[in-house]
């Protein structure tokens, strides 16, 4: 199947339009963040209390909320299972709220919903260490899986080149996917992280295909430009990209709309990861090679 019979588009000589276009997707992102202080990080890394219940009769979601709010514990996160009337709250630890977090929200609820028992399935609270461990945990992650893919990549091609350069693309696409979860003002929790992690190893393959019809039209075409090389590496593998992209959009498109709340930040993390991690493989990863081995040499 090929959606682009014979394509012949010059990725290469628009890559500074490309890189102008990321410059300011970062930028975008960094304003966000600056602007909120940082990152809303759930209660997995900024610690908090977390209660598992189930009601004898089904109760929304709104009407929790509102119980909560009008007994001061607004922002709180709640999820709910329709199939067996349960329920999760999640409140982030705050100076005004202290230990006894978890009796205050039963409190509120056996007040605001004295028709409709409960069953309390889980009461936990994350005290702030345990949130600084598992912040440190989810950074260490990142980064070793960042490492480990400049390895594999670098000796895969034989070049470090290729390496640091799908570890920059990938860094451009977390990034920009980090800043996206800003502006949306969506939570940090370590179910995003593993949504960026999953980005991570689907962006890097994509990355390898390119690169890997790269090296295979260099021996192809020897009398061939270097430059002419990545245009046509860049062209024979878009069919397939696209492809790959679209069908995997849609799986993680029917999750956001019909997953439920439980996964919808996880699938809205994988959204936009696919677009930028797409355009990254054939927009930045691509090109930067191309720069850096043009400047080398000049050199």
Known sequence: MQLFQESNIDFLKKRWVFFVISIVLVLL?????????GANMGIDFRGGTMLELTFAN???TAKIREILNTHNLPGSEIQDFTKDNRVIIR?????????????????????????????????????????????KRARGAIFWSFIGIIIYVAFRFKSGVYGMAGVIALIHDVFIVFGVLSLANKEIT????????????????????VYDRIRETTRLRRKDTFYDI?????????????????????????LFFF????????????LFGIIIGTYSSIAIAAPLVYEWETRKGKK
């Open 230 to 254: 990545v245009n046509k590496g860049i062209n024979s593998t878009l069919s397939r990209t696209m492809i790959t992209s679209l069908t995997t959009f849609l799986v993680v498109s029917s």
């Open 91 to 135: 409140v982030k630890k705050s100076k005004d709220i202290n230990i006894q977090t978890s009796q205050l929200i039963q409190k509120a609820l056996m007040e605001g919903l004295q028709d409709n028992n409960f069953v309390i399935d889980r009461d936990e609270m994350v005290g702030p260490s345990v949130g600084n461990y598992l912040m």
């Open 29 to 37: 992102g960094m304003v966000s963040l600056i602007g909120k202080g």
């Open 58 to 60: 089904p109760v929304s």
């Open 190 to 209: 370590l179910t995003v992280i593993a949504a960026l992690l999953a980005l991570a190893g689907y962006s890097i393959n994509d990355t390898i295909v």
């Open 259 to 270: 997953g439920g709340s439980v996964i919808h930040d996880f699938a809205f993390t994988l």
